[in-house]
């Protein structure tokens, strides 16, 4: 029975096409390479690296350029001023005048800022390269998301696929029950029970197949959608997979690891860490700053006005220190630290209840890979047992000891422990690759561990 239900599911996953078989490896480089979900998290990541290059430009100095030219009208008029001069003698209550009307006004400045003491800029520099972190984890998680996803997806087509060849396999041995249920009623060998017994299965069956149908159907639709490969078939599992899982570590080495690595840990912590910044931005101590200023400049008018002919220039260089300290903001100051304080205490806790979700999932996957192999033992014992009860019953039935209606329900008790073992041992490898997300340690290389075990 098993072995004639492994040819069935090899020409429903083939059929006439001769593609070859897509592992999961293929399946996950497809998806990597046309997701837009993957696209998103290089994207991200990209803009994300340079916050560092923000952070570093913030403590550099700052040079620019202002030029303007244009038409200007300019009147000055100054009494009781002091002149002297060589040879001129001194005069008090001395009056000056100039007027330009529709001059030709030109004036350049040219400044230059390097901070030396700015306690806001700092914290700005580390939320900034804080960032760029997130930016990475950001994209280790989404990564990792993928992985999982594109692993599910190829999953759910294999057990899609075996389960619909199951339900097919079964529905023909139903098909050969009834038939022999209304030959030996023909012969009045058996009741019109059986017939009508048979008969219900069949049409029960035939919905099943019907329903799985779809479901293999949007299975394959999804990992086409994501793989750009509509024809690629993929393998059954292998049936030595239990034997294949390596030695597992302990329980607190694996909780030790995820509180170390996990990507949503790692981001909720930085989190905390750009809110301590944002407080310590609107503190006493930081406002205060420092600047080292530099400047040169020229200003000029000419043209003609009341007095004739006139021509006003002025120059200007600087290079000093200069000191802001502010004395009142109205609170605002105040305000805004109070506000980023209790955004931190936010922060804090939503770390800490990512911290006991984190842990708890991975107990719960460490504990499904844990009792994974004994569990599959166990139903493969439960197969074998299934499948020599279904063999027994239907010996009975043909001596007359066992009625139809007992081999059709030990046609579905073997029909259900092999399709709960094929579960069981996705639902292993599917732990696996969750065990690893949640500590940060999910890769490709993982991937490929797991690839390797479905063609052993």
Known sequence: MVAARYLLAGSLLVGACTAQAMDLMQAWQATRERDPQAAVAEAARQAGSSRKAQAAALWRPFVMLSATAGSMNADMAM??????????????????????????????????????????????????EIGAD???????????DLMLLTAQRYFDVLLASDKLALLREQHQAVELAL???????????????DTHEASARAFALQAQVLATQDELALARQALADATGQSDAPVEPLPKALA????????????????????????????????????????????????????????????????????????????????MNIPLFTGGMRSAKQDEALRLQDKA???????????????????QGMQTGSARLQAL???????????????????????TTLELLQAQNDASAAELALEQARVELLLNRLRLHALSGQLDEQQLGQVNSMLHR
């Open 79 to 128: 009494s009781g001023a002091h002149f002297s001069a060589p040879g001129l003698g001194q005069s008090d209550g001395v009056g000056f005048g100039t007027s330009v009307e529709r001059g030709n006004s030109t004036r350049w400045v040219i400044s230059a800022s390097q901070p030396l003491i700015n306690q806001e800029r700092s914290a700005q520099a580390r939320q900034l």
């Open 134 to 144: 997130v930016a990475q984890w950001e994209w280790q998680a989404a990564q990792q």
């Open 179 to 193: 038939t022999e249920a209304r030959d030996r009623f023909a012969l009045g060998d058996k009741p019109i029970t």
């Open 243 to 322: 034997d294949a899982q390596p030695a597992l570590a302990p329980l607190a080495q694996w909780l030790e690891a995820a509180q170390q690595g996990n990507p949503l840990l790692r981001m909720m912590a930085a989190k905390v860490q750009v809110a301590q910044q944002e407080s310590s931005r609107f503190s006493v101590a930081a406002g205060p700053t420092l600047d080292l200023v530099a400047q040169a400049g020229r200003d000029q008018l000419s043209g003609s006005g009341n007095y004739g002919a006139a021509s006003n220039t002025a120059s200007q260089q600087m290079i000093g220190l200069q």
């Open 348 to 366: 804090a806790a939503e770390l800490e209840r990512s911290r006991q979700q984190v842990s708890q999932q991975t107990r719960a996957a460490w």
């Open 380 to 402: 493969a014992e439960a197969r074998k047992a299934s499948q020599a009860r279904l063999d027994a019953t239907r010996l009975g039935r043909q001596v007359g000891d066992r």
